[in-house]
Every structure is written in C-alpha cells, then in structure tokens.
C-alpha cells in the first residue's frame, strides 16, 4: 500500500484546524468504518502530494540544544522561562515555555513554522534564513523538552509500558501482541508532527477503544503522551550511572555517612539536582542520567561546614557508567602552610583607563583546608588609585573593603594544592596624560610576579623590578611578558605605562544609532593566545582574566564593518572560540556564562536590526 500523502497550506488556518482534528480523530480510533469515511473525506478535501512541513528523519533533542542556547535564550532564557537578557526590551513578553499549556496546545509544525519564519509582529526572527530545515526541526524538539522533565518522561515511560505498549508496541509502530489491524503508527513522522498533544489527549478520550484504560488520571495522561512524543523526537538515553567515593584527603580514608549533591548543567542552566546519602564507606551513586554529551555533571558535598566540588565530568563516549570521586578535608585555622605562591597580571586599555586583572594566586602545602582567623582567610590590597574594583566570580560579596582603607579580605578557604585559591580582581586605573605610573602592593611573601600586556606602538612599560621576557604575535595582536622574582610582604612593584596618547580604538555607534543596531562585537583574547597565556604566566587562572579582556580594544587602524552578516559571523566566531576553551576545561564556569550572555545578547540585537526590528 502507499504511502498517504497531504498538503497542508501554512495559509489556510481553518483547513490546518480541520485537518488536525481529523486525523487525531484517525489516530486515536480502532472503528473502521470511521477511519474511512475521514480518511474519504480528506481525500476529498486534500489532494495535494506531500505532508505539510514534516521532517524527513528524527529530530534530536540534543541537536537544538546547541543552537537553542546560541540563539534562542538571550530571549526565551537558558531554560526557556522567557527571563534571557533581551526579554525585557520585548513590548508583549516572551511565553515561558516551561508551562506544560503553552506547548499542549499546538503540534511541533506550528512551532516548526515559527522557529522558521518567525513572528515579527512579537520579535520574533525568522530562523529559516539561517539554518536548515533539519535544524529548525531539531530546535522544535528542543522546545518540546523545555515542558518536561527527565523524570516526568521515566513516569511517562512506566505509565505507557504498563497501559499501551500491549497493543501499540513498545516504540509505538502498532506492533503489539494486542494490536488490531488498523492501529496507527505513533512514530510516523509526517502524522505525529502535526498533531499536538491536545490532539491526542481530545481523541483518547473519544475512543471507544481506550474505555479499559480510561482510569488514568489526566495527569498520568500526559505523562504517557510526553512518552509517545519521543518516538518520533530523539530524546537522549537515560541509563547513565555515576557512582563515587569520598576521601579524606587529611586522613586518607572514606568519609562516610555524607550527604552528596549531583548538579546536572546542559549548555548554560542548571537542568538537574539529584541528592542521596554516601555509605559508611563514603560510597554514593546516581542512577538513570542522560549520557547526552552535552550533559555535564558535577558533585558536591559539605564537611566542616566547608562545600567540596568535583571537576565538571561528562559520560565518556559510548560508556553508560562513570566515576567521579570527591575529595574532602579537615580544616586548620593555623597559616603555616599558606603562602602567595604567584601574582599574576593582565594589562590592556581603554579610552580612559589602564584596565588590570589581578591573580592572587594562593597555595596551601598542607593536607588540610585552611579556614583563616577571626573570619579572614587573605589580606589585601589594590592600587590606591583604582577604580570600577569587581572579583570575578564573587556572587555573594565574599571579598569586603576594609571600613578604615586596609585594603579587602576575604573568608574563603584556601583548599590544599599549588592553586588552593584563586582571587581574580578587576579593577581601571584612570588617565588622562600620556604617561601613568602605576604602584602594586604586595600583600604577601611571594616567589613570583608575572604581567602580561597588549603591545602597541610607542606605548611602553618601564619598571626597574619588571624585567621583559619576551614579545610575541599571535592573531594580528602582539602581547609582552614582564617578570620579577622574590618580592616580600610589604613591598611595592613599581612600574609606568608612558605613550597613553597614541593609542587609537574601535569607535562605539554614535547616539543616534538606530534602534537594534550594533557596534562590532567586543574582542576576546583568540584560543591559542589564551593558552600561551597560561604557558606564559603560568597556572589555568590566567584564562578566565583572559575571557574577561575589556570591550575597547586599541587598534593599529580605525576600521569599521557596516555589513551585518560579517557581524553575526564573527559573533558566532567568538561563540565558538569560547565554547571551545570552556570544553577543554580551561575556563571558569561564571566567567564562560557571563562572555556568552554578553555576547548572545548583541547576536540578538544584530538580528533584529537584519529583521526590520
């Protein structure tokens, strides 16, 4: 027999509704002599050759994830609650697609249809210009998993197992040991993708047939068709196992009896926490988690009222199962084994400032976690004359000003090893002659002290502690390393910054822009400068000063680019270099959300502007 075909016209709304009610009425009933006289009379109404819109093969829900969190939340949000950055500036507000009655309603072909060729009147972008029909239907099953939870889809599963496999089959192609001769198959593409779940459940309820299983409750119901949903929509396999062990690092033995927390992160957003209780051998293990690779999982748990985190993990490829075990410490209020084993520094410019990044870099030699003394765990101080001071990654004021000027302290603990803590402060130096003299104290003895800085003509470093190393070109920039050794608490690393007046830069949009316009995107220090920065200055810290370089950027030439689609490019570009580092585990996780947010935000901005917006 072959194939049924229908046309759908996008244009004719009252046909789509027509059509959609007919064939959950073909779907969801076992009566012959109904099912054709409907499918007669589609005949009869539609005689066109091909599905409206259908997708060729399964889409992935792991494929629109990607593209979802390039494009899609800087509006609709991370997890699609309709809070991304941009929300704000939209008249009518973005829905929150976490509501399971946003979705319910319309079938994956109208949000195909949307995604495609957007709703401007909403501002809402047309995507079809930019990706292909393949993607756009991945970005529809992504939408679809924003309603649902992996949890909500194993009750769905159980539910659909236990109540409709026997006659629609365990992947719902009509094969069940019960299956009458005309039950239809629930992972036919072209049917299922353009019906919703609405659909569904209206027809359910029509059936004679389903009468022995008209028990379910509504919400057992739409359990069951989420679970239907993923026969035609690839969702990621949930049979991931993560088990682990805490050891005391200061004792060397399993600490038992520990509460242990599993945090789930998928692009930029927190999806999952899953929490269990550790043996008392300190053994703990999570079960049914996707093994998606876009799935990331980190531990954690508390002892001594001090958090431990394990290294962000994913699933191996083609492994189900994993180990992710935990380190934890005794704590210690003795300094003894604390010491600054490195400050490092990153130097770049803006139209009124020197921008600094400083790394203290703090070392702990001993086995356990030092706490610090009367709430302090590290003194100290920045320039006298800084400006705009803000710590990277400081969500809960961890580092304080001292009321009488003594500089900033924080009680964070200092864990054992070479990197125990990393304190990442930015802070401008102002100027306003060619010439800035710039005085560091030192808060500590320290073994090393490294800078880093962007070269540009006749601007010059001159310090009678720094000693220049090297010059090196990488991506059209040139950058300089400076060195000392063996400064002590107290001291003062001197140095000025002379030829401030020759320096040009990218000229921001002028005020009278027109709206959804933007500047060309801010820089970021390219991947292989990054790495040589750590190779350079020593110690992964220095990355997430690297993704924190400042939005002016001094160029050799003004240049502008009025050609929006080289805009995007490059943007995209920028994304992908930042996606790149933070897989390689090189970044900080607040550091790669903040960059990507930021930049996410003018792509947004930029398709506006590309749409008329």
């Given at each position: 027999?072959?194939?049924?075909?229908?046309?759908?016209?996008?244009?004719?709304?009252a046909?789509?509704?027509?059509?959609?009610?007919?064939?959950?009425?073909?779907?969801n009933?076992h009566?012959?002599?109904?099912?054709?006289?409907?499918?007669?009379?589609?005949?009869?109404?539609?005689?066109?050759?091909?599905?409206?819109?259908?997708?060729?093969?399964?889409p992935?829900?792991?494929?629109?994830?990607?593209?979802?969190?390039?494009?899609?939340?800087?509006?609709?949000?991370?997890?699609?609650?309709?809070?991304?950055?941009?929300?704000?500036?939209?008249?009518?507000?973005?829905?929150?697609?976490l509501?399971?009655?946003?979705?319910?309603?319309?079938?994956?072909?109208?949000?195909?249809?949307?995604?495609?060729?957007?709703?401007?009147e909403?501002?809402?972008?047309?995507?079809?210009?930019?990706?292909?029909?393949?993607?756009?239907?991945?970005?529809?099953?992504?939408?679809?998993?924003?309603?649902?939870?992996?949890?909500?889809?194993?009750?769905?599963?159980?539910?659909?197992?236990?109540?409709?496999?026997?006659?629609?089959?365990?992947g719902?192609?009509?094969?069940?040991?019960?299956?009458?001769?005309?039950?239809?198959?629930?992972?036919?593409?072209?049917?299922?993708?353009?019906?919703?779940?609405?659909?569904?459940?209206?027809?359910?309820?029509?059936?004679?047939?389903?009468?022995?299983?008209?028990?379910?409750?509504?919400?057992?119901?739409?359990?069951?068709?989420?679970?239907?949903?993923?026969?035609?929509?690839?969702?990621?396999?949930?049979n991931?196992?993560?088990?682990?062990?805490?050891?005391?690092?200061?004792?060397?033995?399993p600490?038992?009896?520990?509460?242990?927390?599993?945090?789930?992160?998928?692009?930029?957003?927190?999806?999952?926490?899953?929490?269990?209780?550790?043996?008392?051998?300190?053994?703990?293990?999570?079960?049914?988690?996707?093994?998606?690779?876009?799935?990331?999982y980190?531990?954690?748990?508390?002892?001594?009222?001090?958090?431990?985190?394990?290294?962000?993990?994913?699933?191996?490829?083609?492994?189900?199962?994993?180990?992710l075990?935990?380190?934890?410490?005794?704590?210690?209020?003795?300094?003894?084994?604390?010491?600054?084993?490195?400050?490092?520094?990153?130097?770049?410019?803006?139209?009124?400032?020197?921008?600094?990044?400083?790394?203290?870099?703090?070392?702990?030699?001993?086995?356990?976690?030092?706490?610090?003394?009367?709430?302090?765990?590290?003194?100290?101080?920045?320039?006298?004359?800084?400006?705009?001071v803000?710590?990277?990654?400081?969500?809960?004021?961890?580092?304080?000003?001292?009321?009488?000027?003594?500089?900033?302290?924080?009680?964070?603990?200092?864990?054992?090893?070479?990197?125990?803590?990393?304190i990442?402060?930015?802070?401008?130096?102002?100027?306003?002659?060619?010439?800035?003299a710039?005085?560091?104290?030192?808060?500590?003895?320290?073994?090393?002290?490294?800078?880093?800085?962007?070269?540009?003509?006749?601007?010059?470093?001159?310090?009678?502690?720094?000693?220049?190393?090297?010059?090196?070109?990488?991506?059209?920039?040139?950058?300089?390393?400076?060195?000392?050794?063996?400064?002590?608490?107290g001291?003062?690393?001197?140095?000025?910054i002379?030829?401030?007046?020759?320096?040009?830069?990218?000229?921001?949009?002028?005020?009278?822009?027109?709206?959804?316009?933007?500047?060309?995107?801010?820089?970021?220090?390219?991947?292989?400068?990054?790495?040589?920065?750590?190779?350079?200055?020593?110690?992964?810290?220095?990355?997430?000063a690297?993704?924190?370089?400042?939005?002016?950027?001094?160029?050799?030439?003004?240049?502008t680019?009025?050609?929006?689609?080289?805009?995007?490019?490059?943007l995209?570009?920028?994304?992908?270099?930042?996606?790149?580092?933070?897989?390689?585990?090189?970044?900080?996780?607040?550091?790669?959300?903040?960059?990507?947010?930021?930049?996410?935000?003018?792509?947004?901005?930029?398709?506006?502007?590309?749409s008329?917006?």
């Amino acid at each position: 027999m072959g194939k049924r075909t229908l046309v759908i016209s996008e244009n004719d709304d009252a046909r789509n509704c027509v059509v959609r009610r007919a064939y959950s009425a073909v779907f969801n009933t076992h009566d012959a002599l109904r099912t054709t006289f409907l499918v007669i009379g589609l005949c009869l109404l539609f005689t066109l050759p091909a599905y409206a819109q259908s997708p060729d093969t399964q889409p992935a829900v792991s494929g629109g994830r990607a593209l979802w969190s390039e494009n899609c939340a800087p509006c609709h949000g991370p997890a699609g609650a309709g809070d991304g950055p941009t929300s704000q500036s939209i008249e009518n507000g973005v829905p929150n697609l976490l509501d399971p009655e946003v979705y319910r309603a319309s079938a994956p072909v109208d949000h195909f249809d949307i995604i495609k060729n957007g709703r401007i009147e909403n501002l809402m972008p047309p995507w079809g210009n930019r990706f292909d029909d393949a993607q756009i239907w991945d970005l529809t099953a992504y939408v679809w998993s924003l309603h649902t939870t992996p949890d909500d889809l194993v009750k769905g599963a159980e539910i659909y197992t236990e109540r409709c496999a026997a006659c629609h089959g365990e992947g719902g192609a009509g094969d069940g040991v019960q299956a009458s001769a005309d039950i239809n198959d629930l992972a036919d593409l072209q049917v299922v993708s353009q019906q919703s779940l609405a659909d569904w459940q209206n027809g359910f309820t029509e059936a004679a047939v389903h009468a022995d299983i008209a028990d379910l409750s509504d919400e057992e119901l739409w359990l069951a068709l989420d679970h239907i949903r993923t026969f035609s929509f690839a969702v990621p396999q949930r049979n991931g196992i993560l088990s682990g062990q805490i050891i005391n690092g200061t004792t060397n033995a399993p600490q038992g009896d520990l509460e242990v927390t599993l945090y789930t992160f998928s692009g930029d957003a927190a999806v999952e926490e899953h929490t269990t209780q550790a043996d008392s051998e300190g053994n703990y293990r999570f079960e049914n988690l996707s093994t998606d690779p876009e799935a990331v999982y980190v531990v954690e748990s508390r002892f001594d009222d001090v958090s431990y985190l394990s290294q962000p993990s994913p699933f191996p490829d083609d492994n189900n199962a994993q180990s992710l075990d935990l380190n934890i410490y005794e704590t210690t209020t003795d300094a003894e084994s604390i010491s600054l084993s490195r400050l490092n520094n990153l130097v770049s410019f803006t139209p009124e400032a020197v921008r600094i990044i400083e790394l203290f870099i703090l070392g702990n030699e001993g086995d356990k976690t030092y706490v610090g003394q009367d709430g302090s765990s590290f003194t100290f101080d920045l320039p006298h004359n800084a400006t705009n001071v803000s710590f990277q990654n400081d969500l809960s004021n961890r580092f304080v000003e001292a009321a009488d000027g003594g500089g900033y302290t924080t009680n964070e603990p200092i864990f054992p090893g070479e990197e125990g803590l990393v304190i990442v402060a930015v802070y401008d130096l102002p100027y306003d002659s060619d010439t800035l003299a710039v005085e560091m104290p030192i808060p500590a003895d320290v073994d090393s002290v490294s800078m880093l800085m962007e070269l540009q003509p006749n601007v010059e470093l001159v310090s009678q502690q720094l000693q220049f190393i090297e010059r090196r070109t990488l991506q059209n920039s040139e950058f300089g390393t400076y060195s000392t050794q063996a400064l002590t608490e107290g001291d003062v690393l001197t140095f000025e910054i002379s030829g401030l007046d020759n320096l040009t830069f990218e000229t921001p949009p002028p005020s009278n822009t027109p709206a959804g316009s933007v500047a060309a995107p801010p820089s970021i220090i390219d991947q292989n400068v990054v790495r040589w920065a750590v190779l350079g200055l020593g110690g992964v810290a220095i990355i997430m000063a690297a993704l924190l370089y400042p939005r002016y950027r001094p160029r050799l030439v003004h240049t502008t680019d009025d050609d929006p689609i080289r805009r995007r490019q490059r943007l995209l570009l920028l994304l992908t270099r930042l996606d790149e580092t933070y897989e390689a585990g090189e970044i900080d996780e607040q550091v790669f959300q903040q960059a990507r947010a930021e930049y996410k935000a003018e792509l947004m901005r930029l398709m506006k502007m590309e749409s008329g917006d």
